[in-house]
C-alpha cells in the first residue's frame, strides 16, 4: 500500500508538472506585474488541475491517468510544435509556434526585429491560437501584396459585422472599389482643412485647461485633453457636428454602447440597436439639408457622400463613418501621445519648431511639425499590416499555408539602416527629403490603405503648434511603453506620463487669449 501511495502521488505530481510546464509563460514574475488578471487566471487554473488530480487519484484513478495521457499529449505536442524548423519538410519558414513565443512577442517590443535578425526575413511565429507569418522589409511586403492580391484577405475584426457592406479596412476589392474612391473624395484635404481654424481654437481652449490645472497640480495627465480636442475634430469632419450642435447630445446617447464595444467582439443586439439610432439621427440631418441651399450645408464627410452619388450616405456610408470616428480618434489620440513622449525626450526639438513658429518662416520641404509627425510614425506608431491568406502560397522558397496569418512588420521595417542612417535615432529632418514607399508606410501600402491620413496629420500639427506656440512645456515619466494583452494592440508611453505646460507671456494678450492662432 505505501508503494501505491507513492505511486499517486508521483502521478499526481506529473499532471501538476506537466500543465505547469505548459503554463509557464504566463506564470511569470513579469506577467504577474504586466498582466495580473492573466498571471492569477492562469495559475487558478493551475491549482484546479492540481484538485482535479489529487481528487482522481483518491475517487477515479482510470480518471488520474486519462489526465496524464492528456498532459503528456499536449506537453509533446507543445514541444514538437515549439522547434524552430517545424514543418521545414513541408517548406514552412522557421520560428517556433510556442506559448513563449507569443508571449514573448507581447512583452519585447523587439521581438519581431530580433526574429528576423536571427531567422530571416520571412519567419514563422504564434500569436496565441493563430499561426503567423512575419515579414520584415517594405520592398518585400509590396512584392507580396501585389503579388498575391486575390490570396490575402482582410483580417477581420468581430465589429466589421455589424456593417452591411463591412468595415472600409475589410471590405472586398470589389466593393472597396465602389466604397473607396467615395471615401476619399469624403475625407479629401479640402474637407479637413476647411475645420483646421476650428481645431485650433479648440486645442487653445483644452490647453488652457490643461494649464491651469497644471498650475495646481504640477503637470497634468494628457489624455483626457488630447482625447477632448480629437473627439471635437473628427465629429465636425464626419458629421459636421459643433460643440453647440442640437442634435450632438442625441447622437452622443445613441452612440454610447458603440463606445462600449470591444472591436474585435461581434456586435451584440446592444450596439446593433445603438448603430441604428445613430443612423437614424445622421439620415436625418442628410434630409435636412437637401432643403437648404449649397452655401448653408456645412462642409464635412457626410454631406460630402450626397454630392457624390444620389442615395449616398447608404447604411454601408453611415455605418462606416460611425466605425471611423469609434476607431480613429483613438488612433490619432496614440499618435500624440507618441509625438508628446518623442519631444519630451528631445527638447531641442521644441526649441526649434517654436522658433520655425515665431519667425514664421516656412521650411524647405513639409513643415517641422508636419515633419516630427512623420518621424514619430515611423519609430512609434505605424506598426503593422495584417492580411489572412485565402490559399496556399509560395514567397520567397517558403509555402505560406491557407488560414494562416500574415504579419507585415512596418516598425521593423521602417528601421531598415540602408534606408534610415541610426534608425533608431528621432530626426524629423529626415523628411526633408521624400521617402519612397519601399522605405516608409505608415498608413497602409495597398488599395485599402487609410483614408485619414490628411485628418490625422492636421490634427496633430494643429495640436502641436498651438501648444508649441502658446506653451513652454516638457512631459515626465514617458520613457516606460506598455500596451495591452493583445498582439494588435499598439504599444503607448506610460500611462502615467505628465505633460508640463506653462503659458508664454508674450504668446498671450492681455485678456489671456492666444495672441495669434494658425490654422
Known amino acids: 500500500m505505501p508503494d501505491a501511495a507513492a505511486l499517486h502521488v508521483v502521478e499526481v505530481l506529473l499532471v501538476i508538472g506537466m500543465a505547469a510546464w505548459d503554463a509557464r509563460p504566463l506564470l511569470s514574475g513579469e506577467m504577474a506585474r504586466r498582466f495580473p488578471r492573466v498571471f492569477w487566471t492562469a495559475a487558478g487554473l493551475i491549482i484546479a488541475i492540481a484538485v482535479a488530480a489529487l481528487l482522481a487519484a483518491i475517487y477515479a484513478r482510470a480518471l488520474l491517468h486519462l489526465m496524464i495521457v492528456v498532459a503528456v499529449a499536449l506537453t509533446s505536442a507543445a514541444a514538437w510544435l515549439g522547434r524552430v524548423n517545424y514543418g521545414r519538410s513541408r517548406g514552412l519558414p522557421p520560428g517556433s509556434l510556442s506559448l513563449q513565443a507569443s508571449i514573448d512577442a507581447l512583452f519585447d517590443r523587439s521581438f ?105 497640480a504640477g503637470g497634468v495627465l494628457p489624455d483626457p485633453y488630447l482625447d477632448e480636442m480629437i473627439d471635437e475634430a473628427f465629429l465636425a469632419v464626419l458629421f459636421g457636428l459643433s460643440p453647440d450642435d442640437p442634435d450632438l447630445p442625441q447622437l452622443k446617447s445613441a452612440y454610447a454602447p458603440i463606445a462600449r464595444l470591444h472591436i474585435s467582439s461581434r456586435p451584440t443586439p446592444a450596439v446593433l440597436a445603438a448603430l441604428a439610432g445613430v443612423r437614424q439621427v445622421l439620415t436625418a440631418r442628410c434630409a435636412r439639408w437637401r432643403a437648404l441651399p449649397d452655401a448653408e450645408v456645412p462642409i464635412c464627410a457626410l454631406s460630402e457622400f450626397a454630392k457624390i452619388e444620389a442615395g449616398m450616405p447608404d447604411d454601408t456610408c453611415l455605418d462606416n463613418l460611425v466605425f471611423i470616428y469609434r476607431i480613429s480618434t483613438m488612433n490619432v489620440a496614440g499618435l500624440l501621445r507618441w509625438v508628446l513622449a518623442h519631444l519630451g525626450g528631445h527638447p531641442d526639438w521644441i526649441s526649434r519648431l517654436r522658433a520655425e513658429l ?93 483614408n485619414g491620413v490628411s485628418l490625422s496629420n492636421v490634427i496633430c500639427r494643429v495640436f502641436l503648434e498651438e501648444l508649441t506656440r502658446s506653451y513652454t512645456w516638457s512631459v515626465d515619466e514617458a520613457d516606460a511603453v506598455e500596451r495591452e494583452f493583445r498582439h494588435w494592440s499598439h504599444w503607448r508611453p506610460s500611462r502615467r506620463m505628465r505633460l508640463r505646460l506653462e503659458p508664454r507671456r508674450d504668446a498671450f494678450s492681455a485678456a489671456g487669449q492666444p495672441a495669434r492662432s494658425q490654422a
Open 358 to 450: 515665431d519667425a514664421e518662416t516656412p521650411s524647405d520641404g513639409p513643415a517641422l511639425a508636419d515633419r516630427i509627425v512623420m518621424e514619430t510614425l515611423r519609430l512609434s506608431q505605424a506598426e503593422y499590416l495584417y492580411r489572412r491568406l485565402r490559399n496556399d502560397i509560395g514567397f520567397e522558397g517558403y509555402v505560406l499555408p491557407k488560414g494562416w496569418l500574415v504579419r507585415l512588420c512596418i516598425w521593423e521595417s521602417h528601421r531598415a539602416s540602408d534606408n534610415f542612417p541610426e534608425p533608431d535615432r528621432f530626426d524629423p529632418d529626415r523628411f526633408l527629403r521624400d521617402q519612397p514607399r519601399t522605405a516608409y508606410m505608415p498608413f497602409g501600402g495597398d488599395r485599402h490603405a487609410c
Open 112 to 216: 519581431y526585429r530580433n526574429s528576423a535578425a536571427w531567422l530571416g526575413p520571412v519567419f514563422k511565429t504564434l500569436q496565441f491560437y493563430q499561426p503567423t507569418v512575419c515579414v520584415v522589409g517594405l520592398d518585400r511586403a509590396h512584392t507580396l501584396l501585389r503579388t498575391y492580391e486575390d490570396a490575402l484577405g482582410p483580417s477581420v475584426q468581430g465589429f466589421s459585422r455589424a456593417i452591411p457592406q463591412g468595415f472600409l479596412r475589410y471590405m472586398s476589392i470589389e466593393t472597396h472599389g465602389v466604397y473607396g474612391p467615395m471615401f476619399r473624395r469624403a475625407l479629401s484635404s479640402r474637407v479637413v482643412s476647411h475645420h483646421a481654424a476650428a481645431m485650433a481654437l479648440a486645442a487653445s481652449r483644452v490647453l488652457g485647461d490643461a494649464a491651469r490645472k497644471a498650475d495646481r
